[in-house]
Nanobody
Framework: QVQLVESGGGLVQAGGSLRLSCAAS????????MGWFRQAPGKEREFVAA????????YYADSVKGRFTISRDNAKNTVYLQMNSLKPEDTAVYYC???????????????????????WGQGTQVTVSS
């Protein structure tokens, strides 16, 4: 099992940057593919980005491609979401999610479906002012 705790959210002006972190407990973090999702007020939770356990593969929603970067440091049991050129429509609670993937598939991504992830953090609020 793994427990996830997000941090790094806050209030930022449009055009600014934030880096979110997701710290994971558990000795097998490096076996977990990770994802970031977000939920804006009154909207359903949506996919943002995903990364394989090795960090060798990444995937982004079209709405954040070119502005956000997902990365991980397995030695620190942490996954990151660097968010640049933020827009007011990026305002949401951001969640990290994880699930186990085979070591034999270092570039396997879990993708956009929330059902592919068994473990979720509590979320961190990101607010972008115009």
């Amino acid at each position: 099992q793994v427990q996830l705790v997000e941090s790094g959210g806050g209030l930022v002006q449009a055009g600014g940057s934030l880096r979110l972190s997701c710290a994971a407990s558990g000795r097998t973090f490096s076996s977990y593919a990770m994802g970031w999702f977000r939920q804006a007020p009154g909207k359903e939770r949506e996919f943002v980005a995903a990364i394989s356990w090795s960090g060798g593969s990444t995937y982004y929603a079209d709405s954040v491609k070119g502005r956000f970067t997902i990365s991980r440091d397995n030695a620190k049991n942490t996954v990151y979401l660097q968010m640049n050129s933020l827009k007011p429509e990026d305002t949401a609670v951001y969640y990290c999610a994880a699930d186990w993937t085979p070591r034999a598939a270092p570039n396997l991504l879990l993708g956009e479906g929330q059902g592919a992830y068994d473990y979720w953090g509590q979320g961190t609020q990101v607010t972008v002012s115009s």
